[in-house]
């Protein structure tokens, strides 16, 4: 007899196991089962503060343009319990070297109204599609010379190795643009753009073994990590105020206030290194599982290939597939029904947007990628609320420019093998190696 896998049920699924992550990718098939049957679900599971599971669009949408009942300010990201310890520690730590209470917001998305929106505000016209539009010729000179270089180390492994010849697609062309656009806004020197990257792709998987070093634990690295940023930061809002501020992102924090107060030295750095690590680590895990898709489809890959009109909803296809965002929690303000569920005062709920991006409800076919999808109201910036990603327009020209400059060469690359995935992320779902080839 052939032993059978024990059926899927709401007692015995899991979509809080990171290594099943690794292992199988995304729990589709947990979250297919959720939103069918419990798509407000109380979840208990061990290592884990028991939360609301929300899965479907319509709850998404619902608890993100609420937040006066659903609140930023206490659990941001469901984590174990060992990552809630280690985050109160990091709190009292910066509450030592800073002054003020643990219990200060880590960063502005930690934030309620109207505190969230003022310091929101400090930033956001750096982000408008406005001003996106007097980039787009500079990202796109960026995008095809990041490619040219792409291709040159593809051909040259092709010459070298013939057809075992690969390149890490992440590293070698999916992080450039990404990086290089949000370190230029924020005024860092070019000579740094690297050690950037570094830092945030730490910062993302010190969960995972491979980010740290010998005998480190995970708190550890980011401790280092944290310094060595820290001290950076340090340096260069120093040279920055002695040099003159100019229109740079670093140069408005410096300058801003908030209620006729400038913002705490604490306050320009965590708000500083969000935006420099969510400025590159969402984008360019798009962009590589933006290309893996198309490469797994080849019908829509020649339509984008043929048609540069595609490009743009080509580019929203990729963010609702990716989803790259795993969740985002929230806490309850007050006792509340949803769906038939009573959500009392205090308990968390946690939104599931790779599940909500898949929901029969809203997306017709959810399972097939469809660059001429329209609509295609997704969730990979969050919900449409208040804690709406800053960078989505960002992350949505420098994928376009890039798209637009690839299409000469996807049909030239092939996979040469399976994502490897960050470990030890729930997040994020990070993609630190995908390795491709020249097309024999």
């Not at 929101?120 to 010379?145: I, V």
Request: contains cysteine.
């Amino acid at each position: 007899m052939v032993a059978t896998s024990e059926p899927l049920t709401l007692h015995n699924l899991d979509i809080t196991d990171t290594d099943l992550y690794v292992e199988r990718g995304y729990p589709w098939e947990a979250w297919d089962l959720l939103r069918e049957e419990a798509p407000v679900y109380w979840y208990q599971r061990p290592r884990h503060e028991p939360f609301w599971a929300i899965t479907k669009w319509e709850d998404v949408s619902f608890i993100s343009r609420h937040p006066e009942l659903f609140s930023n300010t206490q659990l941001l990201r469901m984590m174990d319990t060992e990552s809630i310890h280690m985050g109160q520690r990091a709190r009292v730590r910066g509450a030592n070297r800073y002054g003020g209470s643990p219990d200060d917001p880590a960063d502005f998305i930690f934030m309620d109204p109207p505190e969230h929106r003022q310091h929101r505000s400090l930033m956001s016209g750096h982000f408008t599609p406005r001003m996106m539009k007097t980039l787009e010729d500079h990202f796109e000179e960026m995008a095809e010379n990041y490619v040219s270089r792409f291709a040159d180390v593809v051909v040259a492994q092709l010459a070298e190795k013939g057809e075992q010849g690969t390149v890490d697609l992440v590293h070698e062309l999916a992080a450039k643009l990404p990086v290089a656009a949000i370190c230029e806004m924020a005024g860092i020197p070019e000579e740094d753009w690297d050690q950037i990257f570094t830092w945030t792709e730490t910062l993302g998987g010190a969960a995972d073994p491979e980010y740290r070093e010998p005998g480190e634990t995970q708190e550890q690295t980011i401790r280092r990590n944290s310094r060595a940023w820290r001290s950076y930061n340090t340096n260069l809002f120093e040279r920055r105020l002695s040099e003159g501020l100019g229109d740079d992102l670093l140069s408005t924090l410096l300058n801003a206030e908030v209620e006729g107060r400038a913002l705490t030295p604490r306050e320009v750095s965590t708000y500083f290194r969000l935006l420099l690590a969510a400025g590159n680590e969402t984008t360019r895990n798009s962009i590589t599982g933006g290309i893996k898709v198309l490469l797994d489809n080849p019908e829509q890959l020649e339509w984008l290939v043929a048609d540069e009109s595609t490009v743009p909803g080509a580019v929203e296809e990729m963010l609702r597939w990716t989803s790259v965002v795993i969740q985002f929690q929230r806490t309850a303000m007050e006792d509340l029904e949803l769906r038939g569920q009573t959500i009392r005062r205090g308990e968390s709920v946690v939104m599931w947007y790779p599940s909500a991006n898949r929901d029969e409800d809203v997306f017709e076919d959810p399972y097939k990628f469809d660059i001429g999808r329209e609509p295609n109201d997704h969730f990979a910036f969050g919900g449409y609320g208040e804690h709406f990603c800053l960078g989505a327009n960002l992350a949505r020209w420098e994928m376009r420019a890039l798209f637009h400059a690839l299409r000469p060469l996807l049909p030239k690359l092939e996979l040469a093998g399976e994502p490897e995935l960050v470990a030890g992320s729930l997040h994020v779902g990070g993609i630190k190696r995908l390795l491709v080839r020249a097309r024999s």
